[in-house]
Structures are given as C-alpha cells and as structure tokens.
C-alpha cells in the first residue's frame, strides 16, 4: 500500500497539462537509484504525475510516475525552436 503524506499535496500535483518539466523517479530495480524523465504533463494530481516524454528513442511515450516515486520536479523551459539551416558560401544547401 502506498504510503500515505498529510498535509497539502505537493506543489507539481497542481501543474496544468502542457507543462515541460523533468521528474527524478525513484527507480525499483537493482543497481538504479533514480532515472530522469523530460517531458510534457499529461495530467498531475496528488496521486502522481503523468509525462509524454519528447526526447530520446522513447520520446512520445508516457511514463506515469507514482507520488511516492517523486524525488524531485521541476518547471522546465519550453524546447527551443528548430534553427534554419544556414548556407555556407560556396556549398550547395541539401
């Protein structure tokens, strides 16, 4: 049974979807203490937060991290724009 916390819930069980962030997850294997994960909030309330992760190989897939998991979050910046390419004098451009 998860362990119960009195009180109010933590201050990232209110971030609204949309919301970049990164979580440090405590992990439950052998050899691993926490992982990271950055991404976007699905949804967030005092049970655990859910992220759609946007980077990486498993970008795209939500991780859905328990209360009790919850080591650390915060509020990240957006990703940053794409930059144009840029041409190089005397280089064709792709």
Known sequence: MPEQH???PPGWA?????TRAVVR???HEPGATYADVLGVVVSADAGGIVLRRDTGPRA???ERIG???VALAKRVPPRPAPRARRERP???TP
């Open 14 to 18: 209110s971030w609204p979807a949309g």
């Open 67 to 69: 209360a009790d998991d």
């Open 90 to 92: 005397g280089r064709p």
């Open 60 to 62: 795209g897939t939500l």
């Open 25 to 27: 997850a405590r992990v």
């Open 6 to 8: 009195p009180g109010p």
